[in-house]
């Protein structure tokens, strides 16, 4: 069974820790991890200012931690009433 190796003995220190970052949002991003996801992308920034890319996934972020925070508001107090109708029928 070949194992893959990814070629970083070319790449400079500001290339490397910029890889580094947006894989690590990446693997943030597959498990809705979404403020922790856009905090590596702010950190990639870091080390290639202006990325457009980096730039729209902060974007892209911004707006699912929004709509979470969304359905958050609406979810709570749903949960809150069926636990005291609960309470109340028991």
Known sequence: MAHHTETTEHLTHNQLKFKEH???AGH???IDL???AREE???ALKY???DALCIQRID???SNIARDRKA???IAPLVILLIL???LLV
């Open 22 to 24: 947006t894989e690590r």
């Open 28 to 30: 943030f991003i597959k």
């Open 34 to 36: 979404f403020r922790s």
């Open 41 to 43: 992308f702010k950190e």
């Open 48 to 50: 290639k200012t202006g």
């Open 60 to 62: 892209e972020m911004n």
């Open 72 to 74: 958050v508001l609406i």
């Open 85 to 87: 109708a609960v309470a």
